[in-house]
T-cell receptor
Framework: NAGVMQNPRHLVRRRGQEARLRCSPVKGHSHVYWYRQLPEEGLKFMVYLQKENIIDESGMPKERFSAEFPKEGPSILRIQQVVRGDSAAYFC??????????????????FGAGSRLTVL | KQEVTQIPAALSVPEGENLVLNCSFT??????LQWFRQDPGKGLTSLLLIQSSQREQTSGRLNASLDKSSGRSTLYIAASQPGDSATYLC????????????FGKGTTLSVSS
């Protein structure tokens, strides 16, 4: 039973290019969270998604950043026209939806190993 | 707005020592609190989860306590080992299920042999 899989683990981009980070949640988990960890900083929440829906994107920068979690396939965090300040580790986490619809198991997050983006 | 603070930011101890890591949060209306471990360049490993109705959780040499009313949690590590060297992160969940975890900046622990 694989955990949360993130790829690529390391990504190097030049300023102005696009970065796409992928996250495959734990099998059976329907909730995905993206976090960003800047050097010397804590993890900052970016966005919370369920299948095909964005639930909370209050932590997402208003421009250049987008996220999706399609019905089929992994969740994607997309950063357009990257700048040096986007260099960070991006972590994905997933959580289950407990049967009956009650999210009593939510917030029990399983994290991936992260994708480290370096912008030159 | 929930804010999570961890003290100290860094801690160095000799092997075998018992130690306490502190976490405080500003809004006591939390759903749960989790302690994670992060090794350099790696992801997060969940250590202990305390639901808002609980006072403490134990796993091996680790014991985490929660005092919601005062907005505090502690992580107690008994008989520390060099393998315990890592950054320990405290995170609180919002007042309802499904809300995002808010993290502290962590305490970086170094245990020397």
């Amino acid at each position: 039973n694989a955990g949360v899989m993130q790829n690529p683990r390391h990504l190097v981009r030049r300023r102005g290019q696009e970065a796409r980070l992928r996250c495959s949640p734990v099998k059976g988990h329907s909730h995905v969270y993206w976090y960003r960890q800047l050097p010397e900083e804590g993890l900052k929440f970016m966005v919370y998604l369920q299948k095909e829906n964005i639930i909370d994107e209050s932590g997402m920068p208003k421009e250049r950043f987008s996220a999706e979690f399609p019905k089929e396939g992994p969740s994607i965090l997309r950063i357009q026209q990257v700048v040096r300040g986007d260099s960070a580790a991006y972590f994905c986490a997933s959580s289950p939806l407990i049967s009956g619809g009650a999210l009593t198991g939510a917030n029990v997050l399983t994290f991936g190993a992260g994708s480290r983006l370096t912008v030159l | 707005k929930q804010e999570v603070t961890q003290i100290p930011a860094a801690l160095s101890v000799p092997e075998g020592e018992n130690l306490v890591l502190n976490c405080s949060f500003t809004d006591s209306a939390i759903y749960n609190l989790q302690w994670f471990r992060q090794d350099p360049g790696k992801g997060l490993t969940s250590l202990l989860l305390i639901q808002s109705s609980q006072r403490e959780q134990t796993s091996g040499r680790l014991n985490a306590s929660l005092d919601k009313s005062s907005g505090r949690s502690t992580l107690y590590i008994a008989a520390s080992q060099p393998g315990d060297s890592a950054t320990y992160l405290c995170a609180v969940g919002g007042n309802q299920a499904g809300t995002a975890l808010i993290f502290g900046k962590g305490t970086t622990l170094s245990v020397s042999s």
